[in-house]
């Protein structure tokens, strides 16, 4: 009541743990809700805690949106995990929230946990563009976020364990400093690598995941389609047009945003997104295996700016992209 009074809030968005688990403190909150017109949305919530009967409840009772904590499209990398649920319950969960009438978002994906490969990025792109067929929408896959080692967490443990954070008090601290300085706008920066691949080909993954959902949707609507005509306006409509737009609001974005930034500067980050635009509309015409050939190669020249950019070549280094690593995992956890 205060809320709405002084401030005239009509929405709220719940950023709860595991909201959800406890179903009468849940429906409780729902009824609130409704009971002072307020809408509201909920995230942290576990695909299993909720039912189609459960989301049906919190629809009528204003709900608007729940994010799922998804993080990985890949069966092998949720086992690593340790999220205790299969790949068939986020699909089913999200389905419920369409016939519910529920916005589901599920761009929220992270890659770089340790036993990442190749082949579980392009699982987790491949089941990421499967939902967003499911849910009617576009093929602009979201890049995902990167695994952060962070005080407090079991992958900082691990992190510790195997060498890479360092073993000694000073060690450990300039990793922290690195992990709170760098990467803001360019998030690999401070990466601290924990899979088994090199860094670079964990900056090619960044790229193969989007690339590859792209590729899955568009095998989908083939798939799919019922006709030719359907065929052709799914793949106009969710594939071309969505990349147009898409291009359109980044150089918008970047006019608004950057208008100091210096001419030269600004023409490589325009041709950046022309690059990133004509990329994406050859996945309706490459195979797979050119596909993957030349985001690989894209990925590398992007990586190769990275470090002529931000690697000091004296001194310490800024960075935890650049600082080598003693990876040893013969005590694996």
């Keep these: 009541i205060d809320l709405k009074k002084k401030f005239n809030i009509g929405v709220i968005y719940l950023n709860d743990e595991n ?5 009468k403190h849940a429906y409780e909150v729902a009824r609130i809700m409704k009971k002072h017109d307020i ?12 039912t189609y009967e459960d989301l049906k409840f919190y629809k009528e009772h204003n709900m608007l949106a729940i994010r799922f904590g998804i993080e990985t499209g890949s069966q092998k990398m949720l086992d690593i995990m340790e999220k205790k649920i299969v790949t068939k319950d986020v699909y089913n969960s999200v389905l419920n929230c369409k016939k519910a009438r529920i916005e589901a978002p599920i761009d929220n994906m992270i890659i770089g946990m340790p036993g990442e490969t190749a082949e579980t990025i392009i699982e987790s792109a491949q089941f990421v563009a499967s939902l967003r067929s499911l849910l009617g929408i576009d093929w ?6 990167l695994a952060m080692s962070i005080p407090g967490t079991p992958l900082y443990e691990y992190s510790q364990q195997i060498g890479v954070i360092g073993k000694t008090l000073d060690e450990e601290e300039d990793y922290l400093i ?4 760098g990467g803001s706008t360019t998030p690999i920066l401070g990466y601290l690598n924990k899979t088994e691949s090199s860094i670079k080909e964990v900056n090619y993954w960044l790229y193969l995941y989007r690339y590859a959902g792209k590729k899955f949707f568009v095998d989908s609507i083939l798939k799919n389609s019922k006709s030719i005509k359907d065929t052709l306006s799914q793949i106009y409509i969710r594939c071309i047009e969505a990349q147009y737009h898409e291009l359109i609001a980044k150089i918008k974005h970047e006019r608004t945003n950057n208008k100091d930034r210096n001419f030269i500067p600004r023409m490589l ?3 950046s997104f022309m690059v990133n635009f004509l990329l994406s509309l050859s996945v309706l015409v490459l195979p797979k295996s050119v596909l993957f050939y030349v ?11 990275l470090v002529k950019k931000y690697k000091p070549k004296t001194g310490k280094q800024r960075h935890n992209l650049f600082v080598k690593q ?3 995992t013969s005590n694996d956890l």
């Design 19 to 23: 909201f959800g688990s406890d179903r």
């Design 39 to 50: 809408f509201w949305s909920a995230g942290g919530v576990r695909c299993t805690s909720v």
């Design 140 to 145: 602009n896959v979201s890049i995902p976020h």
């Design 178 to 181: 690195r992990l709170c300085e």
């Design 269 to 271: 980050r325009y041709t």
């Design 295 to 305: 985001v690989k190669k894209y990925a590398d020249l992007r990586f190769y700016g």
């Design 326 to 328: 003693n990876f040893d």
